[in-house]
DNA sequence: GTCTATACTACGATAGAC
DNA sequence: GTCTATCGTAGTATAGAC
Protein backbone atom coordinates (compact mmCIF):
# COMPACT_ATOMS: atom_id res chain seq x y z
CA UNK A 1 0.00 0.00 0.00
CA UNK A 2 1.61 3.46 -1.05
CA UNK A 3 0.18 5.25 2.19
CA UNK A 4 1.71 2.53 4.16
CA UNK A 5 4.85 2.74 2.53
CA UNK A 6 4.88 6.85 2.81
CA UNK A 7 4.34 6.72 6.35
CA UNK A 8 6.88 4.20 7.04
CA UNK A 9 9.58 6.26 5.20
CA UNK A 10 8.32 9.66 6.48
CA UNK A 11 8.95 8.69 9.82
CA UNK A 12 12.31 7.64 9.09
CA UNK A 13 13.25 10.82 7.06
CA UNK A 14 11.31 13.02 9.47
CA UNK A 15 13.23 11.65 12.01
CA UNK A 16 16.84 11.66 10.54
CA UNK A 17 15.99 15.58 8.95
CA UNK A 18 13.60 16.98 10.77
CA UNK A 19 10.27 18.55 9.35
CA UNK A 20 12.51 21.12 6.96
CA UNK A 21 15.21 19.37 6.92
CA UNK A 22 13.38 16.48 4.77
CA UNK A 23 12.49 16.67 0.85
CA UNK A 24 9.19 15.49 -0.09
CA UNK A 25 11.05 14.32 -3.04
CA UNK A 26 13.09 12.18 -1.38
CA UNK A 27 10.50 10.56 0.52
CA UNK A 28 8.32 9.98 -2.38
CA UNK A 29 10.98 8.23 -4.26
CA UNK A 30 12.24 5.92 -1.66
CA UNK A 31 8.20 5.35 -1.19
CA UNK A 32 8.61 4.29 -4.90
CA UNK A 33 5.77 7.31 -6.27
CA UNK A 34 5.28 10.09 -7.31
CA UNK A 35 5.46 13.35 -5.17
CA UNK A 36 2.29 14.75 -5.65
CA UNK A 37 0.59 11.65 -4.11
CA UNK A 38 1.62 13.13 -0.89
CA UNK A 39 -0.42 15.94 -1.59
CA UNK A 40 -3.17 13.80 -2.67
CA UNK A 41 -3.04 11.66 0.46
CA UNK A 42 -2.06 13.90 3.09
CA UNK A 43 -2.43 17.64 1.50
CA UNK A 44 1.02 18.47 1.19
CA UNK A 45 4.45 18.30 3.54
CA UNK A 46 2.81 19.48 6.78
CA UNK A 47 -0.33 17.30 6.43
CA UNK A 48 1.83 13.95 6.42
CA UNK A 49 4.25 15.13 9.14
CA UNK A 50 1.16 15.06 11.23
CA UNK A 51 0.32 11.49 9.98
CA UNK A 52 3.74 10.26 10.36
CA UNK A 53 3.66 11.43 14.12
CA UNK A 54 0.19 10.20 14.48
CA UNK A 55 1.57 6.95 13.07
CA UNK A 56 4.40 7.19 15.38
CA UNK A 57 2.40 8.07 18.80
CA UNK A 58 0.28 4.42 18.03
CA UNK A 59 3.86 2.74 17.42
CA UNK A 60 4.75 3.56 20.76
CA UNK A 61 2.04 1.51 22.12
CA UNK A 62 2.83 -1.28 24.41
CA UNK A 63 -0.37 -3.29 25.00
CA UNK A 64 1.51 -6.05 27.08
CA UNK A 65 3.12 -4.36 30.20
CA UNK A 66 -0.03 -1.81 30.10
CA UNK A 67 -1.82 -4.39 31.62
CA UNK A 68 1.10 -5.56 34.27
CA UNK A 69 0.94 -1.75 34.80
CA UNK A 70 -2.28 -1.07 35.74
CA UNK A 71 -2.62 -4.25 37.92
CA UNK A 72 0.13 -3.14 39.76
CA UNK A 73 -0.68 0.64 40.29
CA UNK A 74 -4.63 -1.27 41.56
CA UNK A 75 -3.34 -3.46 43.73
CA UNK A 76 -1.14 -0.64 46.04
CA UNK A 77 1.32 -3.41 46.42
CA UNK A 78 4.87 -1.52 46.57
CA UNK A 79 6.74 -4.12 45.47
CA UNK A 80 4.74 -5.17 42.64
CA UNK A 81 4.70 -1.43 41.43
CA UNK A 82 8.55 -1.69 41.96
CA UNK A 83 9.00 -5.01 39.43
CA UNK A 84 6.11 -2.88 36.62
CA UNK A 85 8.30 -0.13 36.93
CA UNK A 86 11.34 -2.19 36.35
CA UNK A 87 9.59 -3.81 33.53
CA UNK A 88 8.48 -0.84 31.88
CA UNK A 89 12.16 0.64 31.93
CA UNK A 90 13.39 -2.52 30.33
CA UNK A 91 10.93 -3.01 27.74
CA UNK A 92 11.76 0.37 26.93
CA UNK A 93 15.49 -0.04 26.26
CA UNK A 94 14.93 -3.54 24.35
CA UNK A 95 12.61 -1.17 21.98
CA UNK A 96 15.30 1.31 21.91
CA UNK A 97 17.79 -1.27 20.77
CA UNK A 98 15.62 -2.44 18.04
CA UNK A 99 16.77 -0.95 14.71
CA UNK A 100 13.05 0.97 13.67
CA UNK A 101 13.63 2.62 16.50
CA UNK A 102 15.65 5.09 15.33
CA UNK A 103 13.17 6.59 13.28
CA UNK A 104 10.11 7.25 15.99
CA UNK A 105 12.71 7.64 18.39
CA UNK A 106 14.66 9.99 16.58
CA UNK A 107 11.01 11.82 15.21
CA UNK A 108 10.19 12.45 18.77
CA UNK A 109 13.02 13.78 20.13
CA UNK A 110 13.83 16.30 17.25
CA UNK A 111 9.82 17.56 17.54
CA UNK A 112 10.20 18.14 21.54
CA UNK A 113 12.87 20.90 20.07
CA UNK A 114 10.44 23.08 18.42
CA UNK A 115 7.57 21.77 19.43
CA UNK A 116 4.24 21.86 16.94
CA UNK A 117 1.00 20.16 17.05
CA UNK A 118 2.59 16.80 16.70
CA UNK A 119 4.16 16.38 19.77
CA UNK A 120 0.88 17.07 20.98
CA UNK A 121 -0.64 14.14 19.53
CA UNK A 122 2.04 11.99 20.08
CA UNK A 123 1.77 12.98 23.69
CA UNK A 124 -2.42 12.20 23.55
CA UNK A 125 -1.13 8.76 23.08
CA UNK A 126 0.39 5.63 24.76
CA UNK A 127 3.24 7.77 26.00
CA UNK A 128 1.13 10.37 27.80
CA UNK A 129 -0.77 6.81 29.39
CA UNK A 130 3.20 5.73 29.66
CA UNK A 131 4.38 8.93 31.93
CA UNK A 132 1.40 9.16 33.94
CA UNK A 133 1.47 5.30 34.85
CA UNK A 134 5.15 5.68 35.66
CA UNK A 135 4.23 8.36 38.00
CA UNK A 136 1.80 6.50 39.71
CA UNK A 137 4.12 3.66 40.39
CA UNK A 138 6.63 5.75 41.78
CA UNK A 139 4.24 6.62 44.02
CA UNK A 140 2.94 3.39 44.99
CA UNK A 141 5.99 1.94 45.19
CA UNK A 142 7.61 4.55 47.22
CA UNK A 143 4.33 6.01 49.07
CA UNK A 144 5.30 8.96 48.43
CA UNK A 145 1.80 11.02 47.83
CA UNK A 146 3.40 14.44 46.77
CA UNK A 147 2.80 14.88 42.97
CA UNK A 148 5.53 16.89 42.36
CA UNK A 149 8.07 14.67 43.75
CA UNK A 150 6.72 11.71 42.02
CA UNK A 151 7.01 13.34 38.86
CA UNK A 152 10.27 15.01 39.43
CA UNK A 153 11.98 11.59 39.72
CA UNK A 154 9.88 9.66 36.60
CA UNK A 155 11.87 12.08 34.84
CA UNK A 156 15.22 11.35 36.19
CA UNK A 157 14.32 7.67 35.46
CA UNK A 158 13.14 8.60 32.02
CA UNK A 159 16.35 10.50 31.57
CA UNK A 160 18.49 7.99 32.23
CA UNK A 161 17.21 5.76 29.13
CA UNK A 162 16.50 8.34 26.89
CA UNK A 163 19.90 9.57 26.68
CA UNK A 164 20.63 6.17 24.93
CA UNK A 165 19.36 8.45 21.55
CA UNK A 166 19.13 12.05 22.82
CA UNK A 167 23.01 11.58 23.03
CA UNK A 168 24.04 8.95 21.17
CA UNK A 169 27.18 10.52 20.24
CA UNK A 170 28.45 11.25 23.68
CA UNK A 171 27.35 7.74 24.81
CA UNK A 172 29.47 6.55 22.33
CA UNK A 173 32.46 8.56 23.28
CA UNK A 174 32.05 8.29 26.48
CA UNK A 175 31.79 3.76 26.30
CA UNK A 176 34.89 4.57 23.57
CA UNK A 177 32.54 2.29 20.99
CA UNK A 178 31.45 3.14 17.83
CA UNK A 179 28.18 0.78 18.34
CA UNK A 180 26.53 -0.28 21.44
CA UNK A 181 26.85 -4.20 21.32
CA UNK A 182 24.05 -5.74 23.12
CA UNK A 183 26.66 -6.93 26.02
CA UNK A 184 27.01 -3.50 26.75
CA UNK A 185 23.22 -2.24 26.60
CA UNK A 186 22.82 -5.63 29.32
CA UNK A 187 25.36 -4.08 31.41
CA UNK A 188 23.65 -0.57 30.92
CA UNK A 189 20.17 -2.24 31.61
CA UNK A 190 21.60 -3.39 35.08
CA UNK A 191 23.15 -0.04 35.69
CA UNK A 192 19.90 1.38 35.49
CA UNK A 193 17.43 -0.71 37.23
CA UNK A 194 20.26 -0.70 39.78
CA UNK A 195 20.15 2.87 39.95
CA UNK A 196 16.11 2.80 40.31
CA UNK A 197 16.04 0.64 43.11
CA UNK A 198 18.34 2.95 44.81
CA UNK A 199 16.20 6.02 44.08
CA UNK A 200 13.21 4.43 45.35
CA UNK A 201 14.97 3.61 48.21
CA UNK A 202 15.77 6.51 48.90
CA UNK A 203 12.41 7.87 48.29
CA UNK A 204 11.12 6.34 50.94
CA UNK A 205 13.76 7.08 53.52
CA UNK A 206 13.17 11.05 52.19
CA UNK A 207 9.36 9.92 53.17
CA UNK A 208 10.00 8.58 56.43
CA UNK A 209 12.20 11.61 57.35
CA UNK A 210 10.08 13.68 57.12
CA UNK A 211 7.40 12.23 59.06
CA UNK B 1 32.04 42.94 15.18
CA UNK B 2 30.09 41.49 12.49
CA UNK B 3 31.99 38.18 12.78
CA UNK B 4 30.81 37.88 16.62
CA UNK B 5 26.80 38.69 15.75
CA UNK B 6 27.25 35.76 13.03
CA UNK B 7 28.49 33.12 15.55
CA UNK B 8 25.81 33.97 18.28
CA UNK B 9 22.96 33.95 15.90
CA UNK B 10 23.96 30.84 13.93
CA UNK B 11 24.35 28.86 16.98
CA UNK B 12 20.50 30.24 18.16
CA UNK B 13 19.42 29.29 14.47
CA UNK B 14 21.30 26.37 14.34
CA UNK B 15 20.35 24.89 17.59
CA UNK B 16 17.06 25.24 16.88
CA UNK B 17 16.43 24.66 12.92
CA UNK B 18 19.44 22.24 12.40
CA UNK B 19 22.02 22.46 9.73
CA UNK B 20 19.65 22.35 6.37
CA UNK B 21 16.60 24.12 8.62
CA UNK B 22 18.47 26.85 9.11
CA UNK B 23 18.90 29.42 6.21
CA UNK B 24 21.77 32.25 5.67
CA UNK B 25 19.52 34.65 4.33
CA UNK B 26 17.81 34.32 7.70
CA UNK B 27 21.08 34.34 9.63
CA UNK B 28 22.61 36.91 7.75
CA UNK B 29 19.51 39.25 8.00
CA UNK B 30 19.49 38.88 12.17
CA UNK B 31 22.93 39.85 12.33
CA UNK B 32 22.32 42.79 9.85
CA UNK B 33 24.69 41.88 7.30
CA UNK B 34 24.53 40.43 3.69
CA UNK B 35 24.19 36.85 3.32
CA UNK B 36 27.55 37.06 1.04
CA UNK B 37 29.63 37.71 4.32
CA UNK B 38 29.13 34.41 5.73
CA UNK B 39 30.51 33.42 1.97
CA UNK B 40 33.37 35.62 2.59
CA UNK B 41 34.54 34.82 6.23
CA UNK B 42 33.37 31.45 6.81
CA UNK B 43 33.34 29.92 3.17
CA UNK B 44 30.23 29.42 2.92
CA UNK B 45 26.74 27.32 5.51
CA UNK B 46 28.64 24.93 6.52
CA UNK B 47 31.98 26.97 7.30
CA UNK B 48 29.58 28.86 9.38
CA UNK B 49 28.52 25.54 11.05
CA UNK B 50 31.27 24.26 12.25
CA UNK B 51 32.69 27.70 13.34
CA UNK B 52 29.92 27.66 15.47
CA UNK B 53 30.52 23.96 17.07
CA UNK B 54 34.19 25.43 18.20
CA UNK B 55 32.39 28.47 19.53
CA UNK B 56 29.90 26.40 21.45
CA UNK B 57 32.54 23.75 22.25
CA UNK B 58 34.29 27.42 24.06
CA UNK B 59 31.14 28.23 25.64
CA UNK B 60 31.06 24.95 27.73
CA UNK B 61 34.03 25.49 29.57
CA UNK B 62 33.76 26.35 33.31
CA UNK B 63 37.36 26.92 34.42
CA UNK B 64 36.00 27.43 38.07
CA UNK B 65 34.62 23.92 39.13
CA UNK B 66 37.84 22.42 36.79
CA UNK B 67 40.37 22.96 39.52
CA UNK B 68 37.85 21.37 41.85
CA UNK B 69 37.67 18.78 39.78
CA UNK B 70 40.93 17.91 39.31
CA UNK B 71 42.02 18.82 42.71
CA UNK B 72 39.29 15.80 43.88
CA UNK B 73 40.46 13.55 41.68
CA UNK B 74 43.97 14.12 42.54
CA UNK B 75 43.49 13.36 46.49
CA UNK B 76 41.43 10.18 45.96
CA UNK B 77 39.16 11.29 49.12
CA UNK B 78 35.63 9.66 47.96
CA UNK B 79 34.12 12.38 50.01
CA UNK B 80 35.50 15.44 48.07
CA UNK B 81 34.70 13.15 44.93
CA UNK B 82 31.34 12.95 45.69
CA UNK B 83 30.94 16.26 46.42
CA UNK B 84 32.92 17.56 43.31
CA UNK B 85 30.11 15.44 40.99
CA UNK B 86 27.30 17.14 43.00
CA UNK B 87 28.44 20.19 42.32
CA UNK B 88 29.47 19.69 38.59
CA UNK B 89 25.79 18.64 38.47
CA UNK B 90 24.67 21.64 39.75
CA UNK B 91 26.01 24.18 37.82
CA UNK B 92 25.42 22.22 34.72
CA UNK B 93 21.55 22.72 35.70
CA UNK B 94 22.24 26.06 36.64
CA UNK B 95 23.26 26.85 33.41
CA UNK B 96 21.44 25.18 31.24
CA UNK B 97 18.96 27.27 33.03
CA UNK B 98 20.25 30.61 31.38
CA UNK B 99 18.55 31.84 28.31
CA UNK B 100 21.61 31.57 26.23
CA UNK B 101 21.49 27.97 26.83
CA UNK B 102 18.82 27.06 24.27
CA UNK B 103 21.10 28.17 21.62
CA UNK B 104 24.51 26.17 22.35
CA UNK B 105 22.45 22.83 24.18
CA UNK B 106 20.24 22.43 21.59
CA UNK B 107 22.47 22.62 19.01
CA UNK B 108 24.49 20.02 20.54
CA UNK B 109 21.76 17.61 20.90
CA UNK B 110 20.89 18.17 17.34
CA UNK B 111 24.41 17.53 16.00
CA UNK B 112 24.27 14.29 18.09
CA UNK B 113 21.42 12.45 15.61
CA UNK B 114 23.43 13.12 12.54
CA UNK B 115 27.00 13.27 14.11
CA UNK B 116 29.32 15.33 11.37
CA UNK B 117 32.77 16.53 12.39
CA UNK B 118 31.06 19.59 13.99
CA UNK B 119 30.71 16.98 17.33
CA UNK B 120 34.20 15.60 17.10
CA UNK B 121 35.26 19.37 17.35
CA UNK B 122 32.96 19.84 20.46
CA UNK B 123 33.52 16.65 22.05
CA UNK B 124 37.25 17.41 21.61
CA UNK B 125 37.08 20.35 24.02
CA UNK B 126 35.70 21.28 28.04
CA UNK B 127 32.69 18.51 26.71
CA UNK B 128 34.92 15.66 26.69
CA UNK B 129 37.13 16.61 29.57
CA UNK B 130 33.98 17.07 31.47
CA UNK B 131 33.18 13.35 30.41
CA UNK B 132 36.34 12.21 31.63
CA UNK B 133 36.79 14.12 34.73
CA UNK B 134 32.84 12.74 35.59
CA UNK B 135 34.30 9.13 35.19
CA UNK B 136 37.39 9.61 37.47
CA UNK B 137 35.02 11.11 39.71
CA UNK B 138 32.67 8.29 39.76
CA UNK B 139 35.77 6.20 40.57
CA UNK B 140 37.18 8.08 43.09
CA UNK B 141 33.68 8.33 45.16
CA UNK B 142 32.76 4.80 44.50
CA UNK B 143 36.14 2.69 44.83
CA UNK B 144 35.48 0.99 41.80
CA UNK B 145 38.22 0.59 39.26
CA UNK B 146 36.09 -1.27 36.46
CA UNK B 147 35.93 1.72 33.36
CA UNK B 148 32.71 0.58 32.25
CA UNK B 149 31.17 0.32 35.62
CA UNK B 150 31.94 4.20 36.13
CA UNK B 151 31.44 4.84 32.34
CA UNK B 152 28.09 3.49 32.17
CA UNK B 153 26.83 5.24 35.47
CA UNK B 154 28.25 8.54 34.27
CA UNK B 155 25.84 8.29 31.51
CA UNK B 156 22.75 7.25 33.66
CA UNK B 157 23.73 10.54 35.68
CA UNK B 158 24.48 12.96 32.90
CA UNK B 159 20.90 11.36 31.10
CA UNK B 160 18.88 12.70 34.25
CA UNK B 161 19.44 16.35 33.56
CA UNK B 162 20.04 16.50 29.83
CA UNK B 163 16.67 15.52 29.84
CA UNK B 164 15.45 18.81 30.46
CA UNK B 165 16.38 19.77 27.18
CA UNK B 166 16.41 16.93 25.05
CA UNK B 167 13.12 16.29 26.21
CA UNK B 168 11.42 19.58 27.37
CA UNK B 169 8.31 19.13 25.87
CA UNK B 170 7.60 15.65 27.41
CA UNK B 171 9.13 17.36 31.37
CA UNK B 172 6.73 20.40 30.65
CA UNK B 173 3.90 17.60 29.90
CA UNK B 174 4.59 15.71 32.79
CA UNK B 175 4.81 18.22 35.51
CA UNK B 176 1.91 19.85 34.22
CA UNK B 177 3.55 23.33 33.74
CA UNK B 178 4.37 25.60 30.53
CA UNK B 179 7.46 26.92 31.81
CA UNK B 180 10.03 25.13 34.34
CA UNK B 181 10.32 27.72 36.89
CA UNK B 182 13.26 28.60 39.61
CA UNK B 183 10.93 27.01 42.09
CA UNK B 184 10.56 23.59 40.23
CA UNK B 185 14.02 23.61 39.11
CA UNK B 186 15.56 23.60 42.85
CA UNK B 187 13.30 20.73 43.50
CA UNK B 188 14.53 19.01 40.31
CA UNK B 189 18.25 19.81 41.36
CA UNK B 190 17.20 18.38 44.73
CA UNK B 191 15.84 15.19 43.17
CA UNK B 192 19.09 14.77 41.28
CA UNK B 193 21.21 15.33 43.28
CA UNK B 194 19.59 12.53 45.96
CA UNK B 195 19.30 10.52 43.19
CA UNK B 196 23.48 10.48 42.31
CA UNK B 197 23.96 9.87 46.16
CA UNK B 198 22.12 6.75 46.30
CA UNK B 199 23.58 5.69 43.03
CA UNK B 200 27.24 6.27 44.14
CA UNK B 201 26.18 4.25 47.47
CA UNK B 202 24.76 1.62 45.54
CA UNK B 203 27.87 1.11 43.48
CA UNK B 204 29.96 1.02 46.65
CA UNK B 205 27.66 -1.48 48.06
CA UNK B 206 27.71 -3.69 44.49
CA UNK B 207 32.03 -3.94 45.34
CA UNK B 208 31.48 -4.82 48.56
CA UNK B 209 29.45 -7.71 47.71
CA UNK B 210 31.47 -8.67 44.24
CA UNK B 211 34.83 -8.75 46.66
C1' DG C 1 -5.82 7.23 -7.60
C1' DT C 2 -1.51 7.85 -9.73
C1' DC C 3 1.72 10.03 -12.66
C1' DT C 4 3.84 13.90 -15.66
C1' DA C 5 4.20 18.92 -16.52
C1' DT C 6 5.02 23.00 -14.89
C1' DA C 7 4.70 27.15 -11.96
C1' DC C 8 6.56 29.42 -8.19
C1' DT C 9 9.39 30.19 -4.32
C1' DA C 10 13.53 30.10 -1.55
C1' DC C 11 17.99 28.56 -1.06
C1' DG C 12 23.39 28.84 -1.45
C1' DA C 13 27.04 30.44 -4.16
C1' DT C 14 29.36 33.78 -6.85
C1' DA C 15 30.75 37.90 -9.40
C1' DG C 16 31.56 42.57 -9.29
C1' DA C 17 30.85 47.51 -7.63
C1' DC C 18 32.50 50.31 -3.97
C1' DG D 1 35.47 44.00 3.98
C1' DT D 2 30.79 44.77 2.77
C1' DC D 3 27.02 45.20 -0.22
C1' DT D 4 23.90 44.36 -4.55
C1' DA D 5 22.65 41.61 -8.35
C1' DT D 6 22.23 37.41 -10.45
C1' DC D 7 22.67 32.44 -11.49
C1' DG D 8 21.65 27.66 -10.91
C1' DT D 9 19.46 24.36 -8.04
C1' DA D 10 16.06 22.21 -5.18
C1' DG D 11 12.00 22.64 -2.80
C1' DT D 12 6.48 22.47 -2.60
C1' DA D 13 2.29 22.91 -4.80
C1' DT D 14 -0.82 22.51 -8.57
C1' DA D 15 -3.04 21.46 -12.90
C1' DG D 16 -4.22 18.10 -16.02
C1' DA D 17 -3.59 13.55 -18.59
C1' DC D 18 -4.80 8.79 -17.97
Known amino acids: MVQQRLLDIAVEVFGQNGLEGASTRAIAKAAGTAMSSIT ?3 GGKEGLYLAAADYVARQIGDSD ?3 V ?6 SGDPARAR ?6 VVRFID ?3 NEHSNGWALFIIREQ ?20 ALVELIRVATGVEDYRVARLAAITIFGQVLILKAAR ?9 ETLGPDILAD ?13 DRMISERQEQA
Chains 1, 2 share one sequence.
Open 40 to 42: YHY
Open 65 to 67: SQE
Open 69 to 74: RDAAIA
Open 83 to 88: EAIRQL
Open 95 to 97: RLQ
Open 113 to 132: MNPTEAFERIYAGPMGENSR
Open 169 to 177: GTCHKVLGT
Open 188 to 200: FTRRVTANIDAIL
